[in-house]
């Protein structure tokens, strides 16, 4: 999906890491909720609340997942997914173009 349509855009930025990481909410009508955002070059770790689906539009990354010993790397395109309560890594190598879906179970 290139677009959304008929949605709620929250003005304020989510900032992390010194504004080193950055996303805007997108609220959806069915009550779904997705993060547009930016991540800068850098190491992070980011904990979950809900089941995460990242979907990594352009960059450069490593994610280290929970329970894994090997790093996902991951150049242009692609996807991973965070299970909740879990914490992961991420070793940010250009600037990436990131699309969050947060999954209530």
Known sequence: M????????????????DGKVSSRT???PDGTKKTL???LPGDYEFGTD?????????GDLKVLLPGETEW?????EGEFTVPANAK?????ASITDYACSYIQE
């Open 72 to 76: 996902l790397h991951i150049a242009g």
């Open 88 to 92: 992961f890594k991420l070793q940010v």
């Open 37 to 39: 955002g930016i991540m």
């Open 2 to 17: 290139s677009q959304y349509e008929n949605v709620t855009v929250i003005k304020k930025a989510n900032l992390y890491f």
């Open 26 to 28: 997108v609220l959806f």
């Open 50 to 58: 809900a089941k995460e689906i990242m979907e990594i539009l352009a």
